[in-house]
């Protein structure tokens, strides 16, 4: 999911959030978002035009545009060639695209395998992919939003 | 230390766009392998890499326990936001005062160690003193510094690399974006820009480029 794709919540390039901004499915986000971005299990693809002052925290952090904030990316945090981060990441993994530009630290956590007591870890994780996620919705909290007509 | 500098009348270049997938050339590089022996031990140390993003290097300052930063000094020295006009009529040059008020802000003694690489022979000529204070500010006592420096051999087009860490022992080095090599620094200059620091120890590198390892 790193690019956009009609089965996830896509706010376009002409729409302006501010407050916080939190879900339950996955989200291409093309606008602008300023306070604060929660998405916990779900993944989060800043797109080129993609402006963020916020703190974000998803499962799958990919960014193509601009960000002003720290960023927790559970699984895995993507700067694409085009992107531009002032701050600080916390991840198991990076990538990093040649011509990104960072400013900030990196935190690299080590995956936490959790098993259910007295079942086998290969079974713990075969439930774990098997697991169906919850109706998906996307909310803005608190926010104001509004979306410019171009 | 004006060598090149005069060349191109201290103006700002604005860099042209990244030589985006090119080719890495290997090199191995002692005075890398020298400051890998410094970090090793203990965990948790913080390093702060001043040359382009790379995520080898980032992984591999993960990899060894430590936390890595990353400051593309050059690119910040280089954005339109610090020019300001020149002494002669048309020129630009760089607003110190700007850069240090909005880069390389780190609280005193933040750092373990810092990666300079070849930053400093392509830094506009009114950053180079202030840089060098500010990184010596931020680096821990007995922290260490690892900085490349061209020879006169390397020529006034020698072209700025991306160094991406593949090992302890070498190196990868990318065509970067067009930075303009500013000057070349003889091993005398190169002891006094760094004469607050306790040691210095020159290693002859490969391709015109002499490797430092330094120590505050």
């Known amino acids: 999911m790193d690019t956009y794709r009609a089965d996830v919540a896509n706010i376009g390039k002409s729409v302006i959030i501010k407050g916080e901004l939190s879900g339950s499915e996955d989200l291409y986000l093309d606008g602008e978002v300023e306070g604060n971005i929660d998405l916990r299990n779900y993944n989060l693809v800043i797109g080129p035009n993609g402006r963020v002052r916020a703190n974000v925290h998803a499962k799958e952090v990919v960014i193509h545009g601009k960000v002003d904030g720290n960023i927790t990316g559970v699984d895995k945090v993507e700067l694409k060639k085009s992107a531009l981060l002032n701050g600080d990441i916390s991840t198991q993994r990076i990538v990093i695209e040649d011509g990104a530009f960072f400013k900030g630290s990196i935190d690299i956590h080590k995956a936490e395998v959790k098993v259910d007591a007295g079942r086998p870890a290969t079974q713990a994780v075969a439930a774990a992919k098997t697991f169906s996620a919850p109706a998906p919705s996307v909310s803005a909290v608190g926010a104001s939003a509004t979306a410019e007509k171009k | ?216």
């Not at chain 2, 373990?112 to 180079?128: K, S």
């Not at chain 2, 005398?188 to 760094?194: C, T």
């Open chain 2, 1 to 216: 230390m004006g060598f090149f500098r005069n060349l191109f009348g201290g103006r700002i270049e604005t860099p042209s766009a990244p030589d985006e997938g090119g080719v890495r050339i290997p090199r191995r590089s002692t005075g890398f392998n020298q400051f890998t022996r410094a970090i090793l031990r203990p965990d948790g140390q913080r390093i702060l890499d001043l040359g382009s993003t790379s995520s080898s290097n980032i992984n591999f300052i993960t990899g060894l326990g430590h936390r890595a930063y990353n400051e593309d000094v050059l690119m910040a020295a280089n954005a339109s936001r610090l020019a300001v006009p020149g002494p002669e009529e048309g020129s630009t040059t760089v607003d110190v005062e700007r850069f240090l008020a909005e880069d390389l802000l780190y609280e005193p003694e933040s750092f373990d160690a810092v990666l300079f690489w070849d930053v400093c022979d392509y830094l506009p000529e009114p950053l180079v003193k202030p840089v060098v204070e500010r990184i010596y500010q931020i680096t821990k006592p007995h922290g260490a510094l690892l900085a490349f420096f061209h020879t006169r051999d390397a020529g006034a087009e020698a072209p700025y690399y991306r160094y991406h860490i593949k090992s302890a022992e070498t190196l990868e080095l990318q065509q970067g974006p067009h930075f303009q090599l500013q000057r070349v620094f003889q091993n005398r200059h190169v002891e006094n820009l760094f004469h607050d620091y306790n040691s210095i120890k020159f290693f002859l590198g490969k391709e015109n480029i002499r490797e430092v390892l330094l120590v505050r």
